[in-house]
């Protein structure tokens, strides 16, 4: 044993000293639980019809007991019946056609002016005109743009203390409230609000809210 030892420091003492160091600094110890993790996946066999994707029933943990945000708190089991999402937004086009169906006005367009973010002097500006006609800026579920894109409107209403009281299976959010849930996050998230990336992370806004960082993308029950 000590003649390997003599031979290994005689070669660390033959090395450039930065690469001596590396070797030191970062080679795996059995004490490091790390050193030889490899996060496990299910693979999953998901069905498809026209854009959506058909989620599974299943269980997974809600809330987070690392978020400093009391609304994320406690971390409860929830059962979620199969149900169907957009893979992908609600589009401009797509939504152009909805407005065109049904005469539907956004409260921007009715309001005539939204909040829009200017990047040439890093601040949010209250525009006149502004609308979604005009416009700025997958995962293991075959989803895209879950996180970081734009914040994406839930039918829950919001409450603070949902999480404490809310039913095991198939929550339903709040009967009744002032201002609905947003989860995802948005394209300003990764500069100003990391943790809203994490999928224990939710927002909430008025229903009337309009702004260049907030969508939705449609939802329904398994048929």
Known sequence: MQHH???WWALLLLM???VAWGIQRWRPTPMDPTAHFKPQFKQLTLETRARMVRLPDGQFAMGSSHSHDED???VHRV???AFWLDAVPVTNREFARFVDTTGFVSSAERRGESLVFDRTVG???QVSGASWRHPQGPNRFALYDMAGNAWQWCADWYAQDYYGKSPAANPPGPSAGEVRVRRGGCWLSTAHLRSALRVSHHNYAPPGESASYTGFRCAKNDQ
Do not use: Y
Request: proline share 20%; aromatic share 14%.
């Open 123 to 125: 601040s949010w500006l």
């Open 16 to 18: 450039p000293w930065p």
């Open 79 to 81: 059962e979620i019946r």
């Open 72 to 74: 994320a708190r406690p």
């Open 5 to 7: 030892k003599k031979i």
